[in-house]
């Protein structure tokens, strides 16, 4: 089935530490998107790439880093410097041929402090 | 002024009402506009998207929108129990097609 898989579903991070955050697409879509939503809040945007190797920041881009080495990968790091990393992360992915094209999201991946 | 504002909940409907969940916007050059359902714990999926002035209807949802007023809402009719959820607006800005702007969110229940 076409999808958009994240993993892993729960995460725990030391503190000093990087994770790393992983988003696979398998329809070809040529748009990610990196989003974090905390409790009781929309969305905010991380990051987005909208061709292999190239991506632009967000609203909230420190403390994370990202990288678009393939069309169907799109992994977001949460640095040691991002200091209130608890959230739940959403990988979206959209076709970008024009006209109206929605995002569609991962099932997200919950991280919290350890 | 923020963005993007959405009528404060929580929202509660009995079972087989009409609920209606609003969504103001500050950026005039806003061109599409999206409704996303997110049951808690879940990631949003997509209900419905306009970006024409007037309504769209699909099934029991319909979305209508009125740019002069900066105004998009969504009509749920026959209202079920399995419409629980938080109802997410969202919109592309002037600056970029490509990015969307969400808003935070109604949470509707509806009541058996």
């Known amino acids: 089935d076409g999808g958009i898989t994240q993993s892993p579903k729960y995460l725990f991070r030391k503190e000093g530490q990087n994770v790393t955050l992983s988003c696979e697409q398998n329809l070809n879509h040529d748009a990610m998107y990196w989003y974090r939503q905390d409790p009781g809040q929309g969305l905010r945007l991380i990051y987005y790439?909208?061709?292999?190797?190239?991506?632009q920041k967000g609203d909230i881009a420190e403390g994370y880093s990202v990288s678009r080495e393939k069309k169907e990968s799109f992994p977001l790091t949460v640095t040691s410097a991002q200091k209130n990393p608890t959230a739940f992360y959403l990988c979206?992915?959209?076709?970008?041929?024009?006209?109206?094209?929605?995002?569609?999201f991962g099932d997200g991946t919950r991280l919290s402090i350890l | 002024q923020k963005e993007v504002e959405q009528n404060s909940g929580p929202l509660s409907v009995p079972e087989g009402a009409i609920a209606s969940l609003n969504c103001t916007y500050s950026?005039?050059?806003?061109?599409?506009f999206f409704w996303y359902r997110q049951y808690s714990g879940k990631s949003p999926e997509l209900i419905m998207f306009?970006?024409?002035?007037g309504d769209k209807e699909d099934g029991r949802f319909t979305a209508q929108l009125n740019k002069a007023s900066q105004y998009v809402s969504l009509l749920i009719r026959d209202s079920q129990p399995s419409d629980s959820a938080t109802y997410l607006c969202?919109?592309?800005?002037?600056?970029?097609?490509?990015?969307?702007?969400f808003g935070s969110g109604t949470q509707l229940t509806v009541l058996p």
């Open positions: 979206a992915s959209r076709e970008d041929r024009g006209g109206v094209q929605p995002q569609h």
């Open positions: 950026d005039r050059g806003s061109q599409s």
């Open positions: 306009i970006y024409s002035n």
């Open positions: 969202a919109f592309t800005s002037s600056g970029s097609a490509r990015q969307l702007t």
């Open positions: 790439s909208q061709i292999v190797n190239d991506f």
